[in-house]
């Protein structure tokens, strides 16, 4: 099965990887493979559908473009360039995609707070989940894993959050603090069980066993009643 990428999502507060990533606030991050209600059949059906519809928009030249643009933009926020970084963004916005323009609307409206301000300290867990989200997207795992610390003490138990942490550090190749966090994920949203499996950012923990184990299916509910 072709696993995407968390920054190719963003279920949360429009930021997520194009990525992992990112899912601000729920979701999303982060978005894709919500578990629902129904017979399992459909539920397999629709997430196969899913795939096949995510694998045609990776393979338009129109999204690899945008998604290299989202990424040069990122770059300019985390380096507080956030006039080149607005230009960039704004471009993607009137070019990309839609589920690429809509996260890259969420930055720009950080970058247009930033504009003219010192760079201040990012103010609560909001701030902080986009900061460590763009961050995560960057591949600065240091960086992110600060902002995603921050946002989760102030916001604990936000699935979101948890879900960036074990992403996070998955790609720093902390295999117990990532299985920590994305089982405290999978409790507060199982949904994201699915999306783990699919998602790269996890790719290091695949041959793990009690990552195989934390990201299996569910089984159904099997009715007993003879009635």
Known sequence: MQR???RNRNRRTGTTKLSKRGRAGGTRRRS?????NGHPARRNAASAHAEIAAAKRRADPRYTVAVKSFEVATRYFLKEQYSK???VFEKVIAEAPVEIAERARVHLRLCEQKIGEAAAAPKGSADNYNLGIAALNARQLDRAVEYLRKADRSSP???EIRYALAA????QGNPDAALEHLKAAVQLRPGNRYQARLDEDFQLLAEDRRFQELTQPEKPTVNRSPY
């Not at 894709?32 to 629902?36: D, V």
């Open 4 to 6: 995407t990428s968390r």
């Open 32 to 36: 894709l493979g919500t578990a629902g």
């Open 85 to 87: 970084a607005k230009e």
């Open 168 to 171: 996070a550090f998955a790609l």
């Open 157 to 159: 138990n936000r699935e």
